[in-house]
């Protein structure tokens, strides 16, 4: 992991934080904590399962592939999300679910990015709530972030009728709208957002990295890097997916299926990363 920091927003986490506030680090999750787009990722064993053809695999592998070039503007997906809104209608809830919980370490695990893992584990360790910010639909979040050992997850969340998504979405987590969950979210559990963190790799973030004091952009694009620095936003660069279960201790209790292995040695190797570029 290596940074490019502009002060002060690239001040390590343990610098910024103070005894009697709330703080928080809020992750975007696809190409910030994994290598990938979740909602991709999922299209074969949705296909397997019955859920979508193979004209619909096709179209989210070409949209996956925009994704990760990182050519994939505001409109292609706008189209996308109505698509894959349109595309869960009628979906029983509870079929996705089980998909979801069947295939989650086998199509996510590989693509972890390590330096997230340790960062999450520094938070951790700090006392810190890390919560994940995600546009991709809660059932697909919700099982990543819980591996993670998240303490909350911001998603889309698709109306449901008798246990089956109708094609509406009750809340798009993109743009503005992600911001502003953030901002409920730490009113209710009491952060303080000048002294919280975020990271994300999308230039449609950054109204989320503006709402808190410690702002990050994750591998960013042109765009994003010019709006780090107008913002004096730290820069950091993840590069090494590793298989998650590596880095994860076996599960001790069924909601908390996340626990970090090593999150003492991660805060120590990530405390010698900040001294060295300090």
Same mark, same amino acid.
């Given at each position: 992991m290596s940074a490019q920091p502009h002060d002060p927003a690239a001040t390590p986490p343990r610098a910024r934080t103070a005894q009697g506030h709330r703080v928080?680090?809020?992750f975007d999750l696809d190409k910030t904590i994994i290598a990938t787009s979740s909602s991709a990722a999922? *299209?074969?064993p949705? !296909?397997?399962g019955g859920l979508i053809t193979r004209g619909d695999v096709l179209r989210s592998a070409y949209a996956h592939l925009l994704f990760l070039a990182g050519n994939a503007d505001a409109d292609q997906t706008e189209r996308m999300r109505k698509h894959l809104s349109e595309l869960a209608t009628g979906w029983?809830? *509870?079929k996705v679910q089980q998909i979801v919980a069947e295939t989650v370490h086998e199509l996510i695990d590989p !693509? #972890? !990015?390590?330096?997230a893992v340790e960062l999450i584990a520094e938070h951790h360790e700090l006392g810190h709530d890390v919560v994940v910010v995600s546009a991709s639909g809660a059932e697909l979040v919700e099982p990543i972030a819980t591996v993670l050992g998240a303490d909350h997850v911001v998603a889309t969340r698709m109306a449901v009728d008798?246990?089956?998504y109708t094609g509406e979405i009750e809340f798009y987590a993109y743009g503005e709208q992600k911001a502003e969950a953030v901002r409920e979210l730490a009113a209710a559990q009491g952060y303080d957002l000048e002294r919280s963190f975020a990271y994300s790799d999308s230039i449609t973030d950054a109204p989320m990295l503006?709402? #808190?004091?410690h702002g990050f952009a994750v591998n960013p694009d042109r765009s994003l890097r010019r709006a780090a620095v107008e913002h004096g936003w730290g820069v950091l660069t993840f590069t090494r997916p590793v298989a998650l279960r590596r880095v994860l201790r076996p599960p001790t209790a069924v909601l908390?299926?996340?626990a970090l292995v090593g999150a003492a040695a991660a805060a120590w190797l990530l405390r010698r990363w900040w001294s060295r570029r300090g």
């Open positions: 928080a680090a809020f999922f *299209s074969k949705f !296909y397997a029983e809830v *509870s !693509y #972890v !990015y390590a330096e008798d246990g089956r503006a709402a #808190v004091g908390v299926l996340g």
